[in-house]
């Protein structure tokens, strides 16, 4: 079995150092970086694609609402054209920094709470979908398993890398634990880990209450903003590796 490992990476901004992206770079196949709305900055994004060329890692754009103070965790109403400016802008950027930078943009990854919205909400997640399709129809959505924005992005005619979280917790309805919950998000590396290689065998989510939810498995995410993000990586790589599931990029 094969399975692509991504995180989300280029979340500095200025003299404000958020993560170990270098390290990182080493342990997944995919990175998705922000394009300046929620996190990052031009020389912070230029940066890390250098990088993650370099690495022979997957780069994608990771547009979030405009909201650097609430990381982009903060819910923010905005109409179907809005949305659709938002990511043509952010996703413009992001492939203009890629050119003068010696990489490209393969894939498009929504960010917190602008990706939790829309993996409820088809509509919403068309009209993102829909924007980033229009400035480049090859590019690979990257969706949450098994929710609207999944069905939203295959009705768009998109390739679409379905997407599960090492360390979130999931509901009975497949959507993630809200963070203000206790046990949202998951620190034991091990624990996560075997969930993990548990949830792939099955092709399924596991939720907090111990329901399956089959779905479809192309990459894992582990968030790279933590101080343990690097041994959480690490550790999940192993046992992934250890299971038999070797590590490949998608699409």
Known sequence: MQIDLNADMGESFGAWSMGNDRALLDLVTSANI??????????????????????????GAHPGFHDLQGFGRRRIRLSGDELGNMIAYQLGAARGVAAQSGARIRHLKLHGALSNMASGDADMARACFAAALRVDPDLIIVALAGTAMEAAARDLGATVA???????????????????????????????????????????????????????????????????AVAFASSLRQTLGDGGIHLNRFG
């Open 162 to 228: 379905a997407e599960i979280f090492a360390d979130r917790a999931y509901e009975d309805d497949g959507s993630l634990v809200d963070r203000s919950k206790p046990g949202a998000m998951l620190h034991d590396p091990t624990v996560a880990a075997d969930r993990i290689v548990a949830m792939l065998r099955d092709q399924s989510i596991h939720s907090v209450n111990g329901k399956r939810i089959p779905c479809r498995i192309d990459t894992v995410c582990i968030h790279g903003d933590g101080p343990d």
């Open 34 to 59: 922000a394009c300046g709305f929620h996190a990052g900055d031009p020389d912070v994004m230029a940066r890390t694609m250098r990088m993650a060329a370099a690495a022979g890692v997957g780069i």
